[in-house]
């Protein structure tokens, strides 16, 4: 999470706070241990935190993609901890989730109480069921281990600070990736307890056993984590492994075959890759950033779907999730947020909704038409606890049966400085019309066998832009100057 948004959204977030500790078995070892919440305050928060991820990330759309990872995510549960007949009931009969969140980010991460997610950028990135198996094994060890409940037990006790990650994009990379935002109660304290070393050797671990007892071949997870560390040299973001919580992914692709190979010495087969199977699914996926939800180009926010379009002042970083957009100015002391407001039906309503709350005085308010849409702005000036003032232009429209409503607002003392760029990302809110924005269509991922051997290099020619010959290369788990065997598959992003 960048700095800036903790900045913004630190008001969103509880404090964290733990009552008396409960003792209860663990599903893995069957003995007894301290934990910071019992099973049945895990489930309900496990759910009540599904939602809002699902509304904050939005699932993907293609059911039979979301079909076969559940499907594999239940026949890998089958033989976890939680389903063994020695697991205490409580457990055994815990219903688990597996979702495909529509975002690009190359993430996997669980919640309490069985609810387990990947990321569309995370299957792109996977060369076959077997990884997939890993992973998914991997994240049910973590609710299997109530690894969270651990760490909100020892923040309780001290041990712990409460800090950002396994939500944003660190659950596997380690990395910073994109924020979770306006996550509040206990859930969101679950999303930003970061697990230790220890606790992701234990997943990778029984991840592992898991993949292998359903005779995966659960070595070929180091592929994957091979190019997780690329990735992560790519984007710049790479961490040593001594200040990382997550072991470095170079010592995990080491540590997975061995791991395999112990469980292939005691018995268990290991031979299934159905790489076949795995590449006709993703298929036709989507890669990357999906335009049709939103995109940047020229100091413009384009969404083709929803057909409207604003301007953003130069240097100001967009974030784009499902529920809002922010803008970010380059001090990061100021904040424009732009969302679709569900609970009210004129833009005054929705206006003075929000500057009515409790610590705002309104002062100054009227209604105004701008690019032939009416709306309603006001400003107000919102104390916090420890004194300090914020002032804010809130702005709404009606356009195309939605109200938008563009949050804006900095320190008191800098509002004036900023208020031009606040004018010109809330009044710049028009229709789009232009056919070639309102027509730009995502990347996709073209999976095919190639029928002869040759060089990577061949199969990159007129790749859409911004995506280079590195990039299907890490997709693809080869070395960009690899020769691709004859029968291999391959993965090339197309528009």
């Known amino acids: 999470?960048?700095?800036?948004?903790?900045?913004?959204?630190?008001?969103?977030?509880?404090?964290?706070?733990?009552?008396?500790?409960?003792?209860?078995?663990?599903?893995?070892?069957?003995?007894?241990?301290?934990?910071?919440?019992?099973?049945?305050?895990?489930?309900?928060?496990?759910?009540?935190?599904?939602?809002?991820?699902?509304?904050?990330?939005?699932?993907?759309?293609?059911?039979?993609?979301?079909?076969?990872?559940?499907?594999?995510?239940?026949?890998?549960?089958?033989?976890?901890?939680?389903?063994?007949?020695?697991?205490?009931?409580?457990?055994?009969?815990?219903?688990?989730?597996?979702?495909?969140?529509?975002?690009?980010?190359?993430?996997?991460?669980?919640?309490?109480?069985?609810?387990?997610?990947?990321?569309?950028?995370?299957?792109?990135?996977?060369?076959?069921?077997?990884?997939?198996?890993?992973?998914?094994?991997?994240?049910?060890?973590?609710?299997?281990?109530?690894?969270?409940?651990?760490?909100?037990?020892?923040?309780?006790?001290?041990?712990?600070?409460?800090?950002?990650?396994?939500?944003?994009?660190?659950?596997?990379?380690?990395?910073?990736?994109?924020?979770?935002?306006?996550?509040?109660?206990?859930?969101?304290?679950?999303?930003?307890?970061?697990?230790?070393?220890?606790?992701?050797?234990?997943?990778?671990?029984?991840?592992?056993?898991?993949?292998?007892?359903?005779?995966?071949?659960?070595?070929?997870?180091?592929?994957?984590?091979?190019?997780?560390?690329?990735?992560?040299?790519?984007?710049?973001?790479?961490?040593?492994?001594?200040?990382?919580?997550?072991?470095?992914?170079?010592?995990?692709?080491?540590?997975?075959?061995?791991?395999?190979?112990?469980?292939?010495?005691?018995?268990?087969?290991?031979?299934?890759?159905?790489?076949?199977?795995?590449m006709n699914v993703i298929d036709g996926m989507i890669y990357g950033e999906n335009p049709r939800e939103g995109f940047t180009e020229d100091g413009n926010f384009y969404h083709p779907d929803l057909k409207f379009q604003f301007d953003y002042p130069d240097n100001w970083k967009i974030v784009n999730q499902p529920t809002l957009v922010a803008a970010v100015n380059e001090n990061k002391d100021a904040i424009s947020l732009m969302q679709i407001d569900s609970e009210a039906d004129t833009p005054q309503t929705s206006v003075m909704n929000y500057v009515t709350q409790d610590g705002f005085t309104v002062q100054s308010q009227n209604t105004t038409q701008k690019n032939g849409l009416n709306g309603y702005e006001a400003t107000a000036i919102a104390t916090t606890e420890d004194g300090t003032k914020y002032k804010f232009l809130v702005y709404a429209v009606s356009y195309d049966g939605n109200i938008y409503r563009f949050t804006n607002y900095s320190l008191a003392e800098k509002f004036d400085s900023y208020r031009s760029n606040f004018e010109q990302n809330s009044y710049s809110f028009a229709k789009l019309t232009d056919q070639e924005k309102l027509n730009r269509e995502p990347v996709r991922l073209q999976t095919l066998k190639v029928d002869q051997s040759q060089p990577l290099s061949s199969l990159t020619d007129n790749l859409p832009m911004d995506i280079t010959s590195e990039n299907v290369a890490i997709l693809n788990q080869v070395d960009s100057d690899a020769l691709i065997e004859q029968g291999s598959w391959i993965k090339i992003p197309r528009r």
Not at 74 to 90: A, C, G, I, N, Y
Not at 158 to 173: D, H, S
Not at 240 to 261: G, M, T, V, Y
Request: hydrophobic residues 35%.
């Open 1 to 278: 999470m960048t700095s800036s948004l903790r900045l913004f959204f630190t008001a969103v977030l509880l404090v964290l706070f733990v009552g008396s500790c409960t003792v209860q078995k663990s599903p893995i070892t069957g003995s007894k241990r301290a934990y910071g919440y019992s099973w049945q305050q895990e489930l309900k928060i496990g759910k009540e935190a599904d939602q809002q991820i699902q509304q904050q990330y939005g699932v993907y759309d293609d059911k039979e993609v979301q079909q076969y990872v559940e499907r594999i995510g239940q026949e890998v549960l089958e033989v976890s901890h939680m389903r063994r007949e020695d697991t205490d009931p409580k457990y055994r009969n815990t219903e688990f989730y597996f979702r495909v969140l529509n975002s690009p980010v190359v993430n996997a991460f669980a919640l309490p109480g069985g609810y387990i997610y990947v990321t569309r950028g995370l299957l792109a990135h996977l060369k076959n069921e077997a990884q997939l198996a890993v992973v998914l094994g991997h994240e049910i060890a973590h609710v299997a281990a109530r690894h969270a409940s651990q760490r909100a037990f020892e923040q309780q006790m001290g041990q712990l600070a409460l800090i950002g990650g396994a939500v944003a994009g660190e659950e596997l990379l380690g990395v910073p990736g994109q924020s979770v935002l306006q996550l509040g109660s206990q859930a969101a304290q679950f999303l930003f307890l970061s697990y230790s070393r220890d606790d992701e050797r234990e997943s990778d671990q029984l991840g592992v056993e898991y993949a292998a007892m359903k005779n995966y071949e659960a070595e070929d997870g180091a592929g994957f984590f091979s190019a997780l560390e690329r990735i992560s040299e790519q984007s710049g973001q790479s961490i040593p492994s001594w200040q990382s919580s997550h072991p470095d992914p170079s010592e995990r692709a080491k540590r997975i075959p061995e791991l395999a190979q112990q469980w292939q010495q005691k018995g268990y087969e290991q031979n299934i890759e159905n790489t076949d199977q795995y």
